[in-house]
């Protein structure tokens, strides 16, 4: 945001040498990760890799190399990019935002925490310690897509899925997209149209239709709206059927 001389800020505060914002770890209910934690991090994460696979798919798309090093979870969810993986990441795996300011800690959904581009609803005098992410019990698969001009370039759209099968049936499917809203959001009326459905390429395509339900995504020099919106049921098909194969692997 500097950068684009969208933000000068009169005065810079680095956060990196303060305590407690680092590391990967296990709590009771699920994962924390500290806010410091680079996208590099998290993609070579032993326990991320065990629970949320999606994670280190998604940051494969993240900048390139240099950015993956230094880019941070926080950073990533406060700027609050619509393209961003880490907004969609969070949107798909229900992750909870832990927050610190005066009144002590909090924690935020993305629902309340995304609030349009670049903004968050973070209060004045707070900042972003973790991100808690919970681990679903029981066969489940998870994907992640993103189509974007160059590799390591912002996504024109993105999607992930997470599906949970059990006796043959889609017991639980979510599908969050990015790149084609405001915010990343969750395709509801696929996820209700396919619940409970035979866990069947078939059934996936469908569901399909649904997928733009919505949204409106926004005309920029990169894309129009009309190719972003096409771009969501070809993404939302590939990481249903992957996360659905995951599942029944
Ligand atoms: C060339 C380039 C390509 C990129 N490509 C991608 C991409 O493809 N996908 C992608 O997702 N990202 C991409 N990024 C963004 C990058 O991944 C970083 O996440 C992003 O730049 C934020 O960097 P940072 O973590 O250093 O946060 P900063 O730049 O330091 O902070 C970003 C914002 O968040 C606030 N902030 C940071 N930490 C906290 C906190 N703990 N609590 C409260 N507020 C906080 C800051 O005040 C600032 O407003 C790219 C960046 C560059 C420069």
């Not at 994670?55 to 406060?78: D, F, P």
């Not at 009144?103 to 005098?125: C, H, K, M, Y």
């Not at 569901?207 to 920029?220: M, Q, R």
């Amino acid at each position: 945001m500097m950068n684009f001389r969208l933000v000068q800020p009169k005065r810079l505060v680095d956060i990196n040498r303060i305590e407690g914002l680092g590391g990967i770890e296990r709590t009771d209910g699920g994962i924390r990760i500290g806010a410091l934690v680079r996208h590099a991090e998290a993609a070579e994460d032993a326990l991320l890799a065990a629970d949320f696979p999606v994670v280190a798919e998604a940051m494969a798309h993240v900048g390139h190399v240099a950015i993956r090093n230094r880019g941070t979870v926080a950073g990533s969810l406060c700027h609050a990019d619509p393209s961003a993986e880490w907004p969609l990441l969070v949107a798909l795996l229900n992750g909870e935002i832990e927050i610190l300011g005066r009144n002590g800690p909090r924690i935020a959904s993305p629902d309340d925490f995304f609030v349009a581009p670049l903004v968050t609803g973070l209060e004045d005098g707070e900042m972003v310690t973790a991100l808690h992410l919970r681990p679903l019990n029981g066969r489940v698969g998870m994907a992640f897509e993103e189509v974007s001009l160059r590799a390591g370039d912002f996504a024109l759209a993105a999607a992930g899925a997470l599906v949970r099968v059990d006796c043959g049936r889609l017991a639980e499917v979510r599908l969050a997209l990015g790149g084609v809203s405001d915010i990343p959001v969750r395709a509801e009326a696929v996820e209700k149209a396919l619940a409970g459905g035979p866990a069947t390429t078939d059934t996936i395509e469908a569901g399909l239709s649904l997928s733009a339900n919505g949204l409106e995504p926004s005309d920029s020099p990169h894309a129009s709206a009309g190719y972003r919106l096409s771009l969501v049921p070809v993404l939302a098909r590939r990481v249903l059927v992957r996360a659905m194969e995951g599942a029944l692997r």
